[in-house]
Nanobody, 120 residues
């Protein structure tokens, strides 16, 4: 069974940076894609970024060129480097294995997430 734990959130001023970490445990293989999601206050959870099979990453339009996803398969860690943060990035951030048919759906149980708050 795969378990994913998010960490690294915090309070940052607009324009600042944070790096989130997703640590995987259990029966996860390097072929498993990992995606980051976020849930804004009173909004549905939304896709942010995901790893791709060729080692690249795919991003939502709202974070492209500001967020960078990286993966250390040996350590089972996927990081999300966030720069030039905006108040609208304030959300609880989660990681999960995305469904191949619908990236908005995760295949394992959702963790607690990590809160990111960007002040203006």
């Amino acid at each position: 069974q795969v378990q994913l734990v998010e960490s690294g959130g915090g309070l940052v001023q607009a324009g600042g940076s944070l790096t989130l970490t997703c640590k995987a445990s259990g029966n996860i293989v390097s072929d498993n894609a990992i995606a980051w999601y976020r849930q804004l206050p009173e909004k549905q959870r939304e896709f942010v970024a995901r790893s791709a099979r060729d080692g690249s990453a795919l991003y939502a339009d709202s974070v492209r060129r500001r967020f960078t996803l990286s993966r250390d398969s040996a350590k089972k860690v996927v990081s999300l480097q966030m720069s030039n943060l905006k108040p609208e990035d304030t959300a609880v951030y989660y990681c999960n294995i995305p469904s191949p048919t619908n990236w908005n759906h995760g295949l394992v149980s959702w963790g607690q997430g990590t809160q990111v708050t960007v002040s203006s």
